[in-house]
C-alpha cells in the first residue's frame, strides 16, 4: 500500500515538474516573442532583425504549449526512462568544450575546415563510428550546410586564414 502511495505521488511530482518546466519554456518564448516585435519583424523577402528570433519563440512557445497540455490532460502512467540512461557524463562535458573551441577556431581556419574537424571528431571520439561513415557523414554535412547558408541563404562564412570556401 505504501510503495502505490510513494509511486502515485512521484508521478504527481514528475507530471507538476513537468508542467511548471512547460510553463517556463512558454514564458521564455513570450517574452522573446514580445521583445523580437519590437526589433521590428520586416518581411519574409525583407526580414528584420526580430524576425528569426520571433518565429524561433513561437516555435518554442507551441511545443511547450503542447507539451503542457499533454501533461495535463494525459499524465504519463510508468516513468519514463531518462534520456542519459547509457551516455557517458563527461560527454556533455567534450560536447560544450568542443563547441567553444570550435568558435575559437572558426574566424581563423575557416567554415569548411573547421566544422570538417568538429565532425570527426564528434563521429570519432563521441559516437565511435567506422572511418568510412565518419567520412562520409562529415563530407556530407558540410558540403549540405555550406550549400544551404552561402549558396541559398547568401550568408559569407569565414574563409579562415588560407581562404579556403
Known sequence: MERREKSASDKHRRNLTEQIASLVWLGIATGVCVGSIKLHLGTFSEPGPGFLPFWAS????????IQFTRITFHPSEEPEESPWTGVDPKQPFFIVVSLFIYAFLLPL?????????????FFTFLKKMTWWIVISY????VAVSYLFFVVWLMVQLPKGIWRIG
Open 109 to 121: 581556419l575557416g567554415y569548411i575546415l573547421t566544422t570538417s574537424l568538429l565532425m570527426l571528431f
Open 58 to 65: 513561437l516555435f518554442l512557445g507551441i511545443l511547450a504549449l
Open 138 to 141: 562529415t563530407a556530407a554535412i
